[in-house]
Nanobody, 126 residues
Framework: QLQLVESGGGLVQPGGSLRLSCAAS????????IGWFRQAPGKEREGVSC????????YYGKSVKGRFTISRDNAKNTVYLQMNELKPEDTAVYYC???????????????????WGQGTQVTVSS
């Protein structure tokens, strides 16, 4: 059973940067689609960025495109989310997620996520 553990959240000022990490165990991330979701208070969980194993394509939500970058270190079985130019509206709990490599559109269709991390809080505030 794949297990995901996030780290790297915290408080940052607007315009600042953070890097989230997601360490996987119980499976090799290379064989899964992986990604990051977030959920702000009173809002639905949304896909932020995903990396699809089948064709190595990546997805970024409109609001984070150009500011966030997803990457993977296969040797460490870890996925990262580099977040730059952070804005107050980026404040949310960020979740690492994964699905079987055959699953399509994981970021766009949240119910297709097969595995979730416990979440890490990101707060952007001055």
């Amino acid at each position: 059973q794949l297990q995901l553990v996030e780290s790297g959240g915290g408080l940052v000022q607007p315009g600042g940067s953070l890097r989230l990490s997601c360490a996987a165990s119980g499976g090799v991330l290379n064989y899964y689609n992986i990604g990051w979701f977030r959920q702000a208070p009173g809002k639905e969980r949304e896909g932020v960025s995903c990396m699809y194993s089948r064709d190595s394509s990546t997805y970024y939500g409109k609001s984070v495109k150009g500011r966030f970058t997803i990457s993977r270190d296969n040797a460490k079985n870890t996925v990262y989310l580099q977040m730059n130019e952070l804005k107050p509206e980026d404040t949310a709990v960020y979740y690492c997620a994964a699905s079987d490599y055959r699953v399509q559109a994981m970021c766009e269709i949240t119910r297709r996520v097969g595995y979730w991390g416990q979440g890490t809080q990101v707060t952007v505030s001055s």
